[in-house]
């Protein structure tokens, strides 16, 4: 669903801001004269001075403006917060399904913790995805078949430290389109293809009225997104490399345009050469796609993320009732049974700005009858970036990339073996639906469950906390 982001707020008082939040800001000094680093324009009447720290796995920046105005300093202060809601509530992975309610618990626990209002957070940028369990490899189908984004090519990533390239990347102006292995990332047992837009620039969004942080807690707003991603996709050229080039039916030219779409490297100059001829070949060669392949992984993809994405509203009981102990005799542990529904109303009726009270970092659920909240530590995880790099070809002429050399290329492209996505590959897996991941998510995501059960605790405790405190209790 959301993903990373930049937020911004004004902070009326940063230094009662900082006094409430309790989190370490630090700032840049020079070692020779102890001065604070700051950057002064209009001739000294503007200085901006900046200040850096850290909640959770939030990058947060102050930026101080100081302004003389008829003789008077003034100062405004801007709070920038960057980092991804869904890596935050799942302890910095973001392989798992993180559903509406997730993103509503998320959304209150960052605003209550750094004493901000939804309402007042303006989003710089964003990005919204979806994970897609495929029947095939994910990598391969990422590096052979996705070939094209729109009139952009779709380019690898920078190698991580262990020289693996997970996915592949289409730049735009306004937007960019990623396409990665998460199941590579994340060292997953079935294949998971992470499709994600990033968002630069908020004009992107501006006919979806998402400004602030409080239009990610409306559901009508949240839904009609998907119609970002159904389009990003629709505009990504994809090569089913199950179709028979070697069918009768094809004409000299089809099976040529067949054989040579393949590889960017002839769109690329195709593109260059002629956009006209680009956009016909490009329509053609999605028809010929659409009919002679078995698999239609395009078509298959476009459906699951419209199905994905729908049942990430669903409402219903967000955790089981666990029962732990019955049968070995074991005293159980208390349980909680919330409906998302009528929880989740509660907390939006709510104030953003709670009654001043100390900030909840995380909650430790002790066995037994008894239960306590405790604070512990935040831990610093090893995060995994991945950059944005472009890998040109070298250019060749157009006329000169004969098909046997697209043959050749085919077979030597990425020292790779070329991908088969075959009818019987298919079948065995068919039906291609997201459930196809769920029992291995199921397994790997017992932490994931104790994550979400904290949080849980945490969002309960902070609402009765701010129940007493209005009672005067």
């Not at 998320?106 to 605003?111: K, P, R």
């Not at 002629?274 to 078509?299: D, P, Y």
């Not at 790099?389 to 157009?398: H, K, M, R, S, Y």
């Not at 017992?446 to 309960?460: E, F, H, I, P, Y």
Request: with cysteine; aromatic share 6%.
């Amino acid at each position: 669903m959301i993903d990373g982001g930049k937020i911004t707020a004004i902070l009326s008082n940063f230094v009662d801001w900082q006094g409430q939040v309790g989190i370490e800001i630090s700032a840049t000094f020079n070692v020779a004269t102890g001065e604070q680093i700051e950057r002064v324009y209009n001739n000294g009447m503007t200085k901006v001075r900046a200040y850096t720290g850290s909640f959770e796995r939030y990058n947060l920046k102050v930026i101080e403006t100081a302004e003389f105005k008829n003789g008077t300093e003034v100062k405004t202060y801007v709070l920038i917060i960057t980092g991804s809601l869904h890596k935050n509530h799942f302890s910095g992975k973001n392989y798992q399904r993180f559903t509406f309610w997730d993103l509503q618990i998320e959304i209150q626990h960052l605003c209550h913790s750094l004493q901000l209002r939804a309402e007042n957070l303006i989003i710089q940028n964003l990005e919204i995805g979806l994970n897609i369990a495929l029947p095939w490899d994910a990598s391969k189908f990422i590096h052979h078949c996705v070939l094209f984004h729109g009139t952009s090519p779709f380019r690898s990533y920078t190698p991580d430290k262990n020289g693996v390239i997970i996915g592949r990347v289409a730049m735009h102006s306004h937007y960019s389109v990623k396409c990665y292995d998460k199941g590579l990332q994340n060292n997953l047992s079935s294949p998971l293809m992470r499709f994600e837009v990033r968002c630069i620039k908020m004009q992107y969004l501006s006919k979806y009225n998402i400004l602030t942080l409080a239009d990610l807690t409306d559901r009508d707003k949240m839904r009609s997104l998907v119609s970002i991603l159904s389009t990003a996709w629709n505009n990504v050229l994809v090569s089913d490399r199950d179709v028979d080039t070697n069918l009768p039916s094809l004409s000299v030219a089809d099976r040529a345009l067949l054989v040579n779409g393949r590889h960017r490297r002839f769109w690329e100059q195709l593109h260059a050469c002629n956009r006209s001829l680009f956009n016909r070949r490009r329509i053609k060669f999605k028809e010929l796609n659409r009919k002679h392949s078995a698999t239609n992984a395009h078509q298959n993809i476009s459906k699951l993320i419209i199905e994905e994405w729908d049942s990430l509203f669903l409402d219903g009981t967000f955790l089981p009732v666990a029962k732990i102990g019955s049968d070995d005799g074991r005293e159980n542990i208390p349980t909680i049974k919330i409906k998302s529904k009528s929880v989740l109303n509660h907390i939006l009726k709510q104030p953003s700005i709670p009654a001043p009270i100390t900030p909840l970092k995380s909650i430790t659920p002790i066995s037994g009858n008894e239960g306590r909240i405790a604070e512990k530590d935040n831990i610093n995880q090893d995060k995994i970036e991945v950059e944005e790099a472009i890998d040109i070809d070298t250019p060749e002429v157009l006329e000169n990339l004969t098909t046997e050399q697209c043959l050749q290329e085919n077979q030597e492209h990425d020292n790779r073996a070329p991908i088969e996505l075959t009818a019987k590959a298919i079948n065995t897996a068919a039906p291609i639906r997201q459930e196809q991941v769920s029992a291995t998510l199921e397994k790997q995501g017992r932490q994931a469950m104790m994550q979400r059960l904290k949080t849980t605790l945490r969002l309960v405790a902070i609402t009765l906390k701010r129940l007493l405190l209005r009672h005067g209790k």
